[in-house]
């Protein structure tokens, strides 16, 4: 800019001092302010231009002017094009904070100073049934119609988390949601949500689990009780006392077969899977369930005193001349309990068939009975702990409801699964799925 002045200045003094030469004082004075005059229009027009330049929506045409002008403009130029990389790279950082609360498992809803929703990522969306282009700019509590939220809304101070139900994807399955509010901004809130529909289901398992063992060890605990306050204060004669010592006894087995069965399952979801060094002998193996079915199915069978009824008839196919590669303890107990179960829930006279078959996946060991069968409804939860489909009749066979959770976390840390099959009046069968990487012949 200092260039154009001192050349208009030299222009104003060179054409003043010959008008000053050639005409006189007088002259040389509108000669210099006729030249200011013409520059100073000339400024105008050149302002003027670069005044619309600036006003147009592109600003990155061609400048159709040169020199002094031409600088400013390239000037303005520079300075846009570095606030239009600002506003871009502050878009990115935008963006890419949305995909990052988008991808968040949590909900996240921002509020303005009236509770009006701004935005919301998808999570929330599906959480608490919002419509981001329908409900923008909507009160929450109008949407959310929770009476705890509500109340929990109209409080000043939200330090903790409240749990509602959030929106039902099914009419059987309604989840739970952790909400929490906190401020931001200048009264702006944000509204935290948080599936714990599996920590709520962990609870009720862990309730219902303390409850069933309390129950389980309760009723024996009950019994003996009841028979030692008996011994204790009626005279008895020698063979009533053996009765009552015998029952007892019955009991006490009762209840260590509960404990024992508590710390298998403990010790399964405790340690590692099981690795393949170990060999188990399957003829072997098989030899040991067979011997324990039968004494358990004589045992059963005699349950009436003297009188005598049919035993089962235990079926036992040839055993492959197989190795299994794992726990043996956990194998005998997983093949056991099925075998076992098969023996309590078949009624006298009943068939029980045990085989092993191989599949192109692996290997199966399948026990099928002739008892009452088993409902649809309940197969699904049979696995479960202390789940049972007759409990007068599970505490009669002396079960204790483990027997199939524990067969259940055997064969799936050996890689397989659980499978059962039953029809009501026509028997069950009961599979354990073994890959095929836990076979291999047996050695001589």
């Known amino acids: 800019m200092l260039v154009p002045l001192i050349k208009l200045f030299f222009s104003v003094l060179v ?21 200011v005059l013409v520059c100073a229009v000339g400024v105008i027009w050149k302002t003027y231009r670069i005044e619309r330049w600036l006003s147009e929506s592109d600003l990155h045409t061609p400048l159709p002017w040169k020199g002094v002008w031409s600088e400013i403009a390239h000037r303005i130029q520079r300075l846009l094009r570095q606030r239009e990389n600002q506003v871009t790279a502050a878009e990115q950082r935008l963006q890419y904070f949305l995909q990052a609360i988008q991808a968040s498992p949590n909900g996240v809803t921002l509020l303005d100073a009236q509770g009006r929703i701004e935005w919301c990522n998808a999570t929330a969306s599906s959480h608490l049934g919002l419509d981001v282009s ?53 009264g702006q809130q944000l509204l935290l949500t948080r599936d714990i529909t599996s920590v709520t289901l962990a609870d009720a398992m862990r309730r219902d689990f303390v409850a069933n063992v309390s129950h389980e060890i309760r009723t024996p605990l009950t019994v003996l009780g ?7 204060s009626i005279p008895l004669e020698a063979d009533e006392q053996q009765r009552y010592l015998h029952l007892m006894a019955v009991q006490a087995d009762r209840m260590q077969s509960l404990v024992a069965d508590l710390l298998t399952l403990s010790q399964l979801e405790g340690s590692l899977p099981p690795g393949l060094y170990e060999k188990v002998n399957l003829p072997d193996l098989m030899g ?27 079926i036992f196919e040839p055993v ?14 997983a093949i056991s309990n099925l075998v076992s179960n098969a023996v309590r829930y078949t009624p006298a006279g009943g068939q029980i ?12 060991f399948s026990v099928s009975d002739t008892g009452l069968g088993i409902a649809p409804e309940h197969l699904p939860r049979l696995s479960e702990r202390f789940y049972r489909v007759d409990r007068s009749r599970s505490r009669e066979t002396g079960g ?3 027997g199939l959770a524990i067969a259940k976390h055997v064969v799936q840390r050996h890689g397989g699964e659980l499978r059962i099959q039953s ?18 012949p047996l050695s001589d």
């Open 423 to 440: 029809q009501v009046g026509k028997g069950s069968t009961f599979m354990l799925v073994l890959p095929a990487g836990r076979i291999e």
């Open 226 to 232: 009841g028979f030692v306050e008996t011994l204790q």
């Open 320 to 333: 492959p001349h197989w190795s299994l590669l794992g726990v043996r303890s956990e194998l005998l107990s």
């Open 15 to 35: 054409v003043a001092l010959a008008v000053w030469w050639w005409a006189g004082l007088t002259e040389a004075a509108l000669a210099a302010l006729l030249v």
């Open 288 to 314: 040991r369930v067979a011997t324990d079915a039968a004494a358990l199915s004589s045992v059963l069978s005699d349950q009436e005193g003297d009188e005598r009824v049919p035993v089962h008839e235990l």
């Open 134 to 186: 329908r409900d923008l700019k909507q009160h929450i509590v109008h949407l959310v119609r929770d009476p705890v939220f509500s109340k929990y809304f109209a409080v000043d101070q939200h330090d903790s988390e409240v749990v509602i139900d959030g929106r039902a994807s099914s009419l059987v399955k309604t989840p739970k949601l952790s909400v929490q509010l906190h401020a931001y901004g200048e």
């Open 353 to 364: 068939r045990v085989a092993w078959s191989r599949t192109a996946d692996g290997a199966i």
């Open 400 to 402: 204790t409801g483990l």
